[in-house]
């Protein structure tokens, strides 16, 4: 099938490079002439793991091209994806003004029945806005459907294609057989193609986002409660997360979600109830909880260094706001640099993938490590704010000769508490007791 894809940010890359990998023929198109020539001779512009492979297979056997034209880029389409910026405005709302563009221009460009599909994530109603957009400039027939994506990212490939589901809003028996086939050879495990109408379909991908915050949040207060009450939350997950109708997943507390999907969703599902006259309570809380549990560690940094932090220089393992992507958007680690900043410290930092972006946004502002050990020189303590593999079983000896003290601050619960405290660190982490080095241990 030939199949054309608007955008080539996050989604809109994998969207197109996968459903390539299956034999599609995919033209991606951007109005970034610089992106589209460098992936156009190879270069992908975008980390995600399994990625590159998918990208580099597919251009050389011309199933995936590239173009700043759009009207070249639609042509002999049957699918057109709509994989666009969805931003936050200030109140909250998600700005259309990307779709709602390339929608009117795709009005003057049809000459023949295509499905338009709203790929991003957009506010219920958007389809509606869509066909007008399209409609008030053609009179050919054509489709607009709701295909929310479930991509997370650093896995975003295998969610491409082995999904836990498809969903597809379409009240348009052609429309419906079309997507049908499309997403045929990435379901014949049996996970199911979900139809439904398209403000139902928009609605779902912000109440499963927002879904996945509320668990977030809810285990990062109860964190903050085992703290206060001397339980352990790693026991308390594990104990509820052993229900079925729980579940394991996003059950770990730490210091808040990033990222470009939970804040700006659950954000924008909040104004959408508020243009409905609905207080949407939960969520209000959910957002308070995690702006606060960003610079959780902060206190207890403040009260181990007696708030005493001018002049003293720490070490930042992690900038992402997750392992397996260099993505920084509203990343914890950003919260806790800029506290720090402010206090009078000073930070050297090491990320596996996301220095780069982090150096364009604060510049010379702290310091960037070549390897996670350097990042320790001369360092008061260790700041943990990423789960990455590489930090999960580090040289403990390492990280003594490095640092000046054997402080570390965990802010994703990497370490077993035992395990630390045999080492004979000062460690403290979310939910869990923290450890008080032991004067017996030898620090040589």
Known sequence: MKITVVGTGYVGLVTGTCFAETGNDVTCVDIDVKKVEMLSSGQITIYEPGLEKLFERNLKEGRLSFTTNLAEGIRDAAVIFLALPTPPGEDGSADLSYILKVADQLGHLLEDYKVIVDKSTVPVGTAD???????????????????PEFLREGVAVEDFMKPDRVVIGT????????????????????????FMDEKSAELTKYAANSFLATKISFMNEIA??????????????????SDDRIGKRFLFPGIGYGGSCFPKDVQALVKSSQDAEYDFRILNAVMDVNEQQKVFLLPKIEAYFDNGLSGKHFALWGLAFKPNTDDIREAPALYIIERLLAAG???????????PNVQKLLGNRINFAEH???????????????????FRTPDFDKIRQ????????????LFEVPRMQELGFHYESVGRQAVTRLNTVNND
């Open 129 to 147: 806005k869509v066909r007008a957009a399209i409609g008030k400039n053609t009179t050919v027939e054509f489709d607009v459907v709701s295909n």
């Open 345 to 355: 410290a000073t930070v050297t930092a090491f990320d596996p993938e996301a220095m």
């Open 402 to 413: 490095h640092l000046k003290d054997q402080v570390i601050f965990d802010g994703r619960n």
């Open 171 to 194: 009240n348009s028996e052609r429309a419906r057989k079309i997507m049908g086939d499309l997403y045929g050879p990435f379901v014949r495990q049996g996970n199911p193609v979900i």
């Open 224 to 241: 903050i409660l085992c703290e206060r009450l001397g339980a352990d939350v790693d026991m308390v997950r594990r104990g509820i997360g």
């Open 372 to 390: 996670q050990y350097d990042a320790l020189e001369n360092a008061d303590a260790l700041i943990i704010a990423t789960e990455w593999s590489v």
